[in-house]
């Protein structure tokens, strides 16, 4: 492919709406152009990677024994109420009426949609296990749609359903699928970590999250770098330290501490640590009011407290509510005498004194015994993950690093195919629900996030696997005739040796074609001048790499073809 004869047009100057790197590049290097918010389309350059992206997803789940389908974007509402599903998704849920006012959704997801299909055509188990896919557009309705395509309203995802006779079959294919992700990313030449993760508006008994790993993700990575043990920040377990048997000599004191509210000035204030001091912190629930109760220098995790309640949603309290419900403004909230369900953090098991909120302006108390001056619910694992926390597989010190989602796994269960009634007759002639798994990749968040992890200040760094073309020839003199025919003989060599090539053929300067070349990210350039020429020789740069060297002529486009093999991840 020649550069005249494709539309790549790239920016000198970052988009002023573009806010993290991804978007930023793949705007200025031509992939991408916004249409809305949160909507975009993919120009040539773009629509190649995305296409790599596709090719290797469907060898790897044809290679797990799935099979491909294609199913409808706009599903009607009748399957997400029968799923349940229809009031309780959210806003985010893309509603529409057709022209007889009946009630549709542009799908976030198919598993209502695929359930259907199951349940009209399987009768028996002999027509259980299989697994169906499709690669196609998705909706959601994002409130703020931001980071390009880390976070849309409109794009494209590869989802998967397997159906099984019961758990143990449910599990034989979620790691078939498993297995199928670890060599998707490996093959997109992406560091990457597979994470235990909470399983959300999806729901089901359990999942994982698949990171690409990036100084620059959106979501906290927690692992363990001697077990393996891997989880986000939302589902990180923490191994409960040893409990402490309560100072009951203590005495209960109250302390002026005037304007004194959050834990640093509390801390500072009293002289003691915030691992000594108590958060009593109000939320407000499908039900009543809790107060949940953190060590000062921890946090409260809004899904593990959401799953302690049962799935029922907690918002923080307003200033107003805490004012009724402790008679003090926010900032000095305790548990002793409050009239509200307590939910304690197990971490106050290995604290024998506390320092609490009075429920009094500017007051605090100490000397506060559990049990003794206030009994909560119960002590559950609350809190957000910490660096140093000991694993809870093995007690070594977990680490923290920054990932981006770009793959989910979930084990459904019968979540949907019982209120659905997808069921098949097993041996003994018996209804039984069909057993079910579902397993999504974002097809152009994993292209984002491979820029994510791989550029530098003049560009994108692809991986080969990704790149839209895996090398670039720069005649630098396009006007001179022999500049230009050593050019062409190389681009050709290079398309004999199966190397995807473009050659940028345009009459530009050649600081301009180098700055859009490591722009736009091609692993492999190769520059024809006049000065190169002169020695028979092609001056060869990888683009991770400052360094550049003369190859001869002749030779390059094999020794281009063996770099390129020796950078592709093959898995047998």
């Not at 399983?199 to 790993?213: Q, R």
């Not at 302390?255 to 000594?276: D, H, K, M, N, Y």
């Not at 659905?420 to 209804?431: F, I, K, V």
């Amino acid at each position: 492919m020649r550069f005249t004869n494709l539309f790549i047009p790239t920016l000198r100057e970052d988009p002023a709406e573009a806010e993290v790197i991804s978007h930023i590049l793949m705007v200025r290097a031509g992939l991408i152009r916004k249409l809305a918010a949160g909507i975009y389309s993919y120009l040539p350059l773009g629509l190649r990677v995305l296409r790599k992206v596709e090719n290797i997803i469907r060898q790897e789940m044809n290679r797990a024994g799935a099979q491909e389908i294609l199913m409808p974007a706009a599903q009607p509402a009748e399957l997400w109420r029968e799923s349940g599903r229809w009031d309780k998704y959210g806003p985010e849920l893309w509603r529409i009426k057709d022209r007889h006012n009946h009630d549709y959704c542009l799908a976030p997801t198919h598993e209502e949609v695929v359930t259907d299909i199951i349940r009209r055509e399987i009768r028996s188990y002999r027509d259980l296990p299989f697994n169906l896919y499709q690669v196609q557009t998705k909706f959601r309705d994002e409130i703020r749609p931001r980071f390009g395509l880390m976070r849309g309203r409109e794009f494209i995802m590869k989802d998967a359903y397997s159906f099984d006779r019961d758990d143990a079959g449910a599990d034989v294919s979620y790691r078939a699928m498993y297995e199928a992700y670890r060599r998707i990313f490996a093959r997109c030449g992406l560091k990457f970590s597979a994470v235990e993760a909470d399983t959300g508006a999806i729901g089901g008994s359990f999942s994982h999250e698949f990171m690409v790993l990036a100084e620059t993700g959106e979501e906290a990575v927690v692992s363990c770098p001697a077990c393996g043990y891997a989880a986000n920040t939302e589902k990180a377990e923490i191994r409960p330290l040893d409990q402490t048997i309560p100072d009951q000599g203590a005495v209960l004191t109250r302390i002026l501490t005037p304007e004194v509210r959050t834990i640093a000035q509390l801390s500072s204030f009293l002289g003691v640590s915030p691992r000594e001091i108590v958060k009593t912190i109000i939320y407000k629930t499908d039900d009543a009011p809790v107060a949940v109760l953190v060590r000062g220098d921890h946090e409260v995790n809004a899904i593990k407290l959401k799953n302690v309640l049962g799935g029922s949603e907690a918002d923080l309290a307003d200033p107003d509510l805490i004012q009724e419900l402790t008679g003090a403004p926010v900032g000095f909230s305790g548990p002793v005498g409050l009239k509200v369900k307590i939910l304690a953090d197990q971490a106050l098991l290995a604290m024998s004194r506390l320092v609490t909120g009075a429920n009094e302006r500017d007051y605090h108390l100490i000397g506060v015994v559990p049990g003794r001056d206030f009994s909560p619910e119960g002590y559950y694992d609350l809190r957000l993950a910490q660096p140093g926390d000991p694993c809870p597989r093995c007690q070594a010190g977990l680490q923290l690093t920054r990932g981006i989602e770009v793959g989910h796994t979930f084990k459904l269960g019968t979540k949907y195919s019982e209120p659905m009634q997808a069921t098949y007759l097993d041996e003994q002639g018996r209804d039984r629900p069909i057993v079910m798994g579902c397993y999504g990749i974002g097809v152009g968040r994993t292209a984002a996030a491979a820029i994510e992890q791989n550029h530098d200040a003049e560009g994108i760094i692809w991986p080969v696997p990704l790149a839209p073309f895996e090398a670039v020839v720069l005649p630098l003199q396009v006007q001179d005739e022999a500049v230009r025919d050593a050019a062409e003989k190389l681009y050709n060599s290079l398309l004999n040796q199966g190397v995807e090539t473009l050659l940028d053929d345009r009459d530009e300067r050649p600081g301009i074609k180098f700055k859009d070349a490591d722009l736009i990210g091609f692993p492999f350039r190769l520059a024809v001048s006049r000065k190169t020429l002169a020695q028979n020789k092609v001056e060869f740069k990888e683009r991770r790499d400052a360094e550049t060297r003369l190859f001869d002529l002749a030779e390059a486009p094999i020794l281009v073809r063996e770099r390129r093999d020796s950078l592709l991840i093959r898995l047998d």
